[in-house]
């Protein structure tokens, strides 16, 4: 019974339906955390003596863990803070290359984190940010982005599935386009890589980040996958610490830079959660992300068919991960009620507002499901939300 | 008598009516506070809600204005 492994939702008897915000941690994850600190803790890649030895290897493991989790070869693993900070980081050090006459080409149902690291980029430079409109039901229109793309086209940044309509975008036909055209490709999977097997080699990207803490893992820690041959041409981001091989004093000062993934790792990491990282990978490929996904599926196809019983028009199509949402005036009126009862949705605008200006401008309640909710939370939160509206 | 106006007009997840009571309610020093409010976007129930959580009862509710009164110590 996977729901026993997680102390919150067995000690409380929550009805948790806001995994796509984050999510909550199994036993293993917690237990790998308070492991690492009583028995692991030391820096990395300075000390000589035993433990610190130890406690590099384990922080090395957890990014062959990571590689192994997305399919992508050694060193193109980067530890970050989450989905968010792995953009910022890339969008940072394309100002190398950046021109005036250059563009990026994102979608409009996008992140806001998939969004501004681009604008800002865009008004630092001085290309052009272009922005694909959404399908009618708001989900992410492959033919729109492609057709932005062009010679002078950068970067293509896109979401892999959507925190809001669910909608889990066709990757591969987006990457073909882009390539055609030598631009790079930024895949958001914070929504994606938790839920279903990702392959980043078979998909073709050129980078693409996702966050811990929303596949059972710790909070703070994230990874930015960069294709090796980009990643090397790039200049680092932060500077210091375990990035540097060498600084010499010669006529100035000299420095070398460190081999990737460290390159782009300034500091003292956060070791600890790298190992509950790996213990959440662990976890999730026991029970293999196409069940996890199958199992999400089935949850979303009996709240969409719950909410129409109750008239309640859904946000998005067909084609979904585990993620249902529906606008409403009283949004957030809605999700306190809610949460009186113990139902503990997400309501507002879910980081994607001008997905729901375009959308009409009202906030959204949403449901996202992961590996430990039931169909009977689907019955409770649909006979809470009955009494509500 | 305080008033919390929570007609917000520009709405995000941050600055909603609900998340304004939720922020304000709890540091209210005065015995009674009038609450205005957009009808379209709060409900009595969660007016209710909120008032019993954070030790108030309704002593006026009509169209857009609610006046929570502290509840009486013991």
Redesign the interface.
Known sequence: MVREDFPLLAETGLVYLDNAATTQKPRQVIDAIKEYYERYNANVHRGIYPLARKSTEIYEEAHTRSERFISADPGEVVFVRNTTEGINLVSYILEAVAEEGMNVVVSLSEHHSNLLPWRRLCRKTGMELRIADVRVDGTLDEKKLVSLIDENTLIVAFQHASNVTGYISDVRRVVKVAHQYEALTFLDGAQSVPHIPVDVKRLGIDFMAFSGHKMLGPMGIGVLYGRKEVFEELPPFLEGGDMIKEVRWRDGIEVVYNTLPWKYEAGTPDVASAYGLMAAMDYLDKYGRERIMEHEVRLAKKTMKGLEELGVKVIGGEKRGGVVAFTH??A??I???LG?KNVCVR?????A?PLHDRLGGL?SVRASFYIYNTPEEVDIFISELED?I | MRTIDVRVGA???FE????IL?KTLPDVKEREVEILYDQ????E??LR??ARNFGFEIKELEEGRAVFVKREQG
Do not use: W
């Not at chain 1, 309501?347 to 980081?351: L, M, P, Q, R, W």
């Open positions: 005036p009283r957030f009126d999700a306190l009620l009186e309501a507002g605008y879910h980081c507002q906030p509500i | 709405q995000s997840c909603n009516p609900v998340m939720l379209e976007s709060l409900s129930k969660t809600a909120m």
